[in-house]
């Protein structure tokens, strides 16, 4: 596969004192050898034109501009001003166009001067969850659980370094050579991860996962068909009676989405402290304190862990102690938090099944180096994590909850679980559509019964048992 390789010749990389965003911009936006960002080929004799045009206002609209003033305005206002210029040399030039490519051309030089330039059109689609840029030529999307490729390209690897450099300079960092691994955010929120050459041999890497503003409810789950609307219930009443609850599953399963669905049916009055590595939970009560982990800075200081968050989360008297994504050895605050009186605790955890979140638990604690013997660190999960629910994204890109499971102990080294709604696949129709069924193990009094009782959730909860179990059969 040597062919597919690409030279790449890094962008001159910005000095420190270069760093705001519109110099950046200023060495992005400089005409390049190569015109052309769309290559789909019926459309090269008008692409040719059209980018020999964009060119050439290019040109002339650095020498007008006066980026660094450019740099201090609002990005609407900034927007406004390049679009007045662009169009008065668009006049000036007579060029012969219709309004429609007048447009689309002023709105893609605003794009690269200010913008993510190529990216821009995709960043404005709400339907899509991540962007993936493999080098200049390959951009791949995710829609409705699918990737495709797009036929959108950038102009060379510098054009595409560039833009990372302009996305990871808003927290603060740089890509480049000495340190081509970078994550930053998007001011709408969104996650980036940049790796650059030499360490990502197809050019420079970026991996956008799109923010949700709004994030999906539990009847929206159900619309979805991700559960049903008797399992739903069945959640609801677990969020709301203070379970200490484990969501597991796979990248992009639903996990993070699933907990803040929980976290909705704990009451206005608790005091919630969330954790995450960056900020996505978007939890409706009052008395909510957000904290977020931190990297560490360039010169490889600062860093803030996890571990260190959740610690100190136990001297803020929480009463709900939510941790985004438990991957080390946080798992063993989380765990004595949730055995401290702090429940309703909830965290997320990467496992295929119930039963594996368990044993990944374990393991993140022996590796953090606690040393505690297998069997007290079993014990301790067991007692802690009153539910399991299994989130997974199928191979139709389809995302279900798979499994609503308790914890119930141990026998002998055994952890016992016991399942109360799981999801069965059947096989798939004609389209790839995977079918399959939710249903009702029968269990009409799990464990934690005790716990909805003492929150008057008792009656509530057999009733929602009951009718899961009658819709099946
Ligand atoms: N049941 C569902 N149906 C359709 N899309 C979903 C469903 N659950 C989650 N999503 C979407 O899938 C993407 C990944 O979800 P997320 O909760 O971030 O996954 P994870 O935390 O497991 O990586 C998001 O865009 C989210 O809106
Ligand atoms: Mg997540």
Same mark, same amino acid.
């Given at each position: 596969m040597f062919g597919k390789r690409r030279e790449f010749t890094p962008a001159v990389a910005p000095t420190p004192t270069d760093a705001a965003p519109l110099k950046v911009v200023a060495g992005n936006v400089q005409p390049a050898a190569a015109p052309v960002e769309d290559t789909r080929t019926s459309e090269s004799q008008r692409a040719k034109a059209y980018y020999d045009l964009k060119r050439e206002i290019f040109s002339a609209l650095l020498e007008t501009i006066d980026v660094a003033q450019l740099g201090n305005m609002e990005v609407e206002e900034a927007r406004r001003e390049v679009s007045g210029i662009a169009n008065d040399i668009l006049a000036a030039k007579k060029a012969v166009i219709s309004t429609a490519v007048q447009e689309e051309l002023v709105s893609d030089i605003c794009d690269d001067v200010l913008g993510y330039g190529p990216l821009e059109p995709l960043l404005a689609r709400d339907d899509i969850s991540d962007i993936m840029v493999n080098g200049d030529n390959y951009i791949f999307i995710e829609t409705g659980g699918k990737v495709t490729q797009t036929n959108i390209r950038f102009r060379d690897n510098s054009q595409l370094l560039n833009v990372c450099q302009r996305i990871v300079s808003q927290v603060g960092r740089r890509v480049d050579e000495s340190s081509p691994i970078c994550d930053a955010r998007l001011p709408d929120g969104s996650r980036v991860n940049v790796i650059a050459p030499p360490l990502a041999l197809e050019g420079p890497t970026l991996t956008i996962r799109r923010f949700k503003k709004d994030k999906l409810t539990l009847d929206q789950l159900v619309e979805l068909g991700a559960i049903t609307s008797? /399992?739903?219930?069945? *959640?609801?009443?677990?969020?709301?009676?203070?379970?200490?609850?484990?969501?597991?599953?796979?990248?992009?399963? /639903?996990?993070?989405? *699933?907990?803040?669905?929980?976290?909705r049916y704990a009451e206005s009055d608790e005091r919630i402290i969330t954790c995450e590595d960056s900020a996505e939970l978007q939890l409706q009560q009052p008395h909510v304190v957000r904290l977020e982990t931190r990297p560490p800075n360039i010169e490889g200081v600062g860093e803030i862990t996890m571990r260190q968050l959740v610690k100190n989360c136990l001297r803020m008297r929480p009463e709900r102690i939510i941790v985004g994504e438990v991957r080390g050895p946080e798992a063993f605050d989380l765990l004595q938090a949730m055995n401290t009186g702090h429940d309703g605790s909830m965290g997320t955890l990467h496992a295929n099944s119930p039963r594996e979140a368990l044993s990944r638990l374990e393991s993140m604690i022996t590796m953090g180096g606690f040393s505690l013997p297998m069997k007290t660190v079993r014990e301790m999960a067991v007692s802690s994590i009153d539910v399991i629910v299994q989130a997974a994204r199928l191979r139709d890109g389809s995302r279900r909850i798979t499994h609503i499971t308790e914890v119930i102990g141990l026998e002998g080294d055994v952890p016992i679980t016991q399942d109360l709604f799981v999801y069965d696949m059947m096989g798939e129709d004609a389209q790839g559509k995977i079918i399959g069924r939710h249903r009702s193990t029968g269990i009409g009094r799990p464990a934690f019964w005790d716990k909805a009782r003492y929150y008057g959730e008792d009656e509530r909860l057999t009733a929602a048992l009951a009718t899961a179990h009658a819709s099946d059969s």
């Open positions: 008797e /399992g739903a219930e069945i *959640l609801k009443i677990i969020g709301r009676v203070r379970c200490n609850i484990l969501i597991s599953g796979g990248t992009g399963s /639903g996990k993070t989405t *699933l907990l803040n669905c929980l976290t």
